[in-house]
């Protein structure tokens, strides 16, 4: 009897050890994993920024045409055909933007077609021309000013009654609104609202109001 005893101790002990063992397992696997929200308040929210810079803002008008024995050639209306200048630079995209191609017009016609009443514009250009392009839009610049505010156009938001951007200070983000004086595929004139060389937010900003802690990021691969 004084061994069955003996037994039924150690038996109590190890089951006792078990019921231990998964408890603190339960514990640990219950663990409490910080979410994305709990990460970005205490690192800051992620983003890219850029400086305001100056430079040389562009007005451009883009016309459409086809490649015909090695010159572009498009029809437009007199309201185009008056804004553009003979001899004015011309860029075309080529891989969804990935690389250009610079050229400059080399005619524009003095009088319209008689059937169509459009006016004819062709484009040479510097570099090779892959065949088989089709229908293309190049890009003219009609309005050249020098030494203003620049800044990308992702880095403004629009969505709003006014135009504003998001200017990094401290780490820390403060809401401008700013005046645009002009605008084209690439980027905002701006007029009024921030000064050069502030560092702006080129990040989606439609859910900032101002005042969120961020961390900027060099690189898409950044830990957050």
């Given at each position: 009897m004084r061994y069955l005893g003996v037994g039924i101790v150690l038996l109590a002990l190890y089951i006792g050890s078990l019921l231990w063992k998964n408890e603190v397992n339960e514990i640990k696997n219950s663990a409490y994993l910080p979410t994305t929200y709990d990460l970005q308040k205490k690192n800051g929210i992620p983003v890219f920024v850029t400086e305001v810079k100056r430079g040389k803002f562009q007005h451009f008008i883009t016309i459409t045409g086809t490649f015909q024995n090695g010159l572009l050639k498009s029809a437009v209306a007199s309201m185009v055909k008056n804004q553009i200048i003979l001899g004015s630079r011309a860029k075309l995209e080529l891989?969804?933007?990935?690389?250009?191609?610079?050229?400059?017009?080399?005619?524009?016609?003095?009088?319209?077609?008689?059937?169509?009443?459009?006016?004819?514009?062709?484009?040479?250009?510097?570099?090779?021309?892959?065949?088989?392009?089709?229908?293309?839009?190049?890009?003219?610049?009609?309005?050249?000013?020098?030494?203003?505010?620049?800044?990308?156009?992702?880095?403004?938001?629009?969505?709003?009654?006014?135009?504003?951007?998001?200017?990094?200070?401290?780490?820390?983000?403060?809401?401008?609104?700013?005046?645009?004086?002009?605008?084209?595929?690439?980027?905002?004139?701006?007029?009024?609202?921030?000064?050069?060389?502030?560092?702006?937010?080129?990040?989606?900003?439609?859910y900032f109001v101002g005042g969120e802690f961020v961390k900027v990021m060099t690189e898409v691969g950044n830990n957050l």
């Open positions: 891989d969804n933007g990935d690389r250009f191609v610079m050229g400059r017009v080399a005619s524009v016609s003095s009088a319209p077609n008689l059937l169509s009443g459009l006016y004819e514009v062709t484009v040479s250009f510097e570099g090779k021309i892959p065949k088989g392009l089709g229908a293309v839009t190049v890009d003219i610049p009609v309005k050249e000013v020098n030494n203003v505010l620049v800044v990308p156009r992702e880095s403004v938001n629009i969505r709003g009654e006014k135009p504003a951007l998001f200017v990094l200070e401290n780490n820390k983000l403060t809401k401008k609104v700013v005046e645009i004086a002009g605008s084209n595929a690439d980027v905002f004139w701006i007029k009024s609202g921030v000064k050069q060389n502030e560092t702006i937010v080129v990040s989606d900003t439609r």
